[in-house]
């Protein structure tokens, strides 16, 4: 637990308010939603996944290039679900997010690394 709370100090450092360490919090109706998409997940899920989570989900919290898309600058690396920005090579991300029980993951960037 000491070296995720000095990562999320360094993340915070370095990234400010690009990144979030809070909890993901999900109320009963958006819940509802996603298990009726396929997923198979409760509140306490959420309560027990912590990350660094990319609050721009579109770009790179350290280059600002764009991630996803056509000419995207998010690359898949060799741990699933996991990658880096090859604009600046500065952060690795995880984007496939397996929570709880559920088999699908939701695909939402947190930061793994810088």
């Known amino acids: 637990m000491e070296q995720y709370e000095e990562f999320c100090k360094n993340a915070i450092d370095k990234f400010g308010d690009k990144v979030s360490t809070s909890r993901i919090v999900v109320n009963e109706e958006t819940l509802k939603q996603l ?4 997923y198979n997940l409760k509140q306490e ?3 027990n996944y912590d990350q660094v989570w990319i609050l721009d989900q579109e770009h790179c ?8 898309g056509l000419f995207g600058s998010f690359q898949w690396g060799i741990v ?3 990658g880096s920005c090859t604009h600046c090579n500065d952060v690795l991300l995880r984007y496939y997010q397996y929570i709880g029980e559920s088999k699908k993951p939701l695909t939402m960037f947190s930061l793994t690394g810088f």
């Open 45 to 47: 899920d959420f309560d």
């Open 80 to 82: 699933h679900g996991e």
């Open 35 to 38: 298990n009726d998409s396929g």
């Open 61 to 68: 919290p350290s280059c600002g290039a764009e991630l996803m």
